[in-house]
């Protein structure tokens, strides 16, 4: 979302109330999600500027959201969150965006596989996340908010406890030399989708027929 100036973009990012905003208005949007995270990142601005950025850039916030859904959820409109936004933070007496772009959803892929168990047992799967660029992946494998929502959406659909699920989150399609080379030319063809992957673990209890 893009923002007056610096000092409007450090106001939000710096009160939990700016959070909240953004972490309810995804939650009235998008009805039937849950567990949601939001993180936010200043673009084009630093901690210590409170005017407008350079020419080139734009004062703006990144809001990068975590959620579990048990069916697919249409995203808002660039409009409609635009609007809901701003309600939430009027409420709060902080500053109004002039404008919002909302991204695709991530696209997760999951192999599924019918179990019967008969005493404990541990089941092993990989759930892949296909997102916009490398700079994105890395930030999100270093999220302990995604690790979570991994767990839970596995505990959920599984109908174990997260502390029977265990998950090694990695970047796939990436690599040192790609991330800068996205950074220099962010519209360069890529040869395969970035991602991460989640590698699932899971102790089934005996007795339950689950579909993973």
């Not at 450090?10 to 109330?17: L, M, Y």
């Not at 965006?97 to 179990?115: H, Y």
């Not at 970035?194 to 590698?199: E, T």
């Amino acid at each position: 979302v893009e923002l007056a100036n610096c000092a409007e973009v450090n106001q939000i990012i710096d009160s939990p109330d700016g959070k909240q905003a953004f972490n309810d208005t995804l939650l009235d949007l998008m009805k039937g999600v849950m567990d949601t995270n939001v993180t936010l990142t200043a673009s084009g601005c630093t901690k210590t500027t409170t005017t407008a950025p350079a020419a080139a850039t734009t004062a703006a916030i990144k809001a990068r959201y975590t959620y579990t859904s048990l069916t697919n959820v249409s995203k808002p409109t660039n409009e409609d969150f635009k609007k809901k936004l701003n309600e939430k933070l009027g409420a709060v007496s902080l500053p109004t965006v002039t404008s919002a772009t909302v991204e695709n959803n991530a696209a997760v892929t999951t192999t599924t596989t019918t179990v019967s168990v008969v005493q404990t047992q541990t089941v092993k799967t990989t759930a892949t996340v296909k997102v916009d660029n490398c700079a994105t992946v890395r930030d999100m494998s270093k999220d302990a908010g995604v690790k979570r929502a991994f767990v839970q959406t596995m505990a959920e659909k599984v109908g174990v406890g997260e502390a029977d699920v265990k998950c090694d989150v990695t970047p796939q399609n990436c690599n040192t030399r790609r991330l800068q080379a996205e950074l220099i030319d962010s519209t360069r063809r890529r040869l395969a989708d970035p991602s991460i992957q989640a590698a699932y673990s899971v102790s089934v209890p005996p007795g339950k027929s689950v579909t993973e």
